[in-house]
C-alpha cells in the first residue's frame, strides 16, 4: 500500500524508528515509564479493537431488531452487549452506523485529523491519517474505492461520511451471500476493519492474509 498515495516506500519504518525515538526520551525524562507504553499497547490489543466492531456487526446480521437499534443509537446498542467498559469513551463517544445495502455503500473518512471509533474499530491506520487520502477520498471516492479494489457498479450510491469529535462514522458491511448457515462467531471472523471503513467489502471465503510462516519457507 505504500506506493498507493505516493508515499516513500520506508515511511512506516521512519515512523517507527522516531516513535521508539521520542519514547526512549520520554522514559529517559520520566515522563513516563516502560510499563506505561505496555499498558496502553495491550489495552488496544486485547480490549479496544476491530475485533469489538466486529462482533456487533455479526449481531446486526443475525438479529433485525439489534440492527434498527444499531442504526438509531450505536452507543445505546453497544451498551446491551457483553463489552468491556469504555466502549463509549476513549473515542467511541456518539458513535454512528451507516448500513451497506444494494443500493448505497459507504465510505468514513476524517477530512480535518482522524477522527474514528476506536473501541469498534480500533487504531486508525496510517493512510487514514494522510492528507492525500483524506482529500482524495472526499473529491473522487469512486476512483479511490477502486483503488482499494472496490469496483461499484454506477447503480450504487456512494456517500462519504466525515467523522468529527461529534460524530464517529463506521459503516455496517452487507452479509455476504454464501454465509446463511454462520453462526455469529463465524460471521464476525470475516468482517475486516477495512470493511467497517467502508473500503472493502465482506466476503464470505476471504483470501488468507498477514503474516503466513508457511509462505515464508519456515
Ligand atoms: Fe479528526
Known sequence: MSD??????????????????????????????AKTVDTVNSFFQNEMGPFNGAKVVAKAWTDPQFKARLLADANAAIEELDFPPFMSGAEGEHMKVAENTDTVHNLIICTLCSCYPWPTLGLPPYWYKDPTFRARAAREPRAVLKE?????????????????????????????DGTEGMGEEELAALVTPEAMMGVAVVEANPPRTGYDPAAQGF
Open 4 to 33: 498507493r498515495f505516493a508515499y516513500d516506500p520506508d515511511r512506516e519504518a521512519k515512523n517507527e524508528a522516531r516513535a521508539k525515538a521520542l519514547e526512549a526520551l520520554l522514559i529517559e525524562k520520566g515522563v513516563i515509564t
Open 148 to 176: 482499494f479494489g472496490v469496483d461499484l457498479d454506477d447503480s450504487v450510491e456512494v456517500k462519504v461520511w466525515d467523522s468529527s469529535a461529534q460524530i464517529r462514522w463506521w459503516v455496517l458491511p452487507k452479509r455476504p
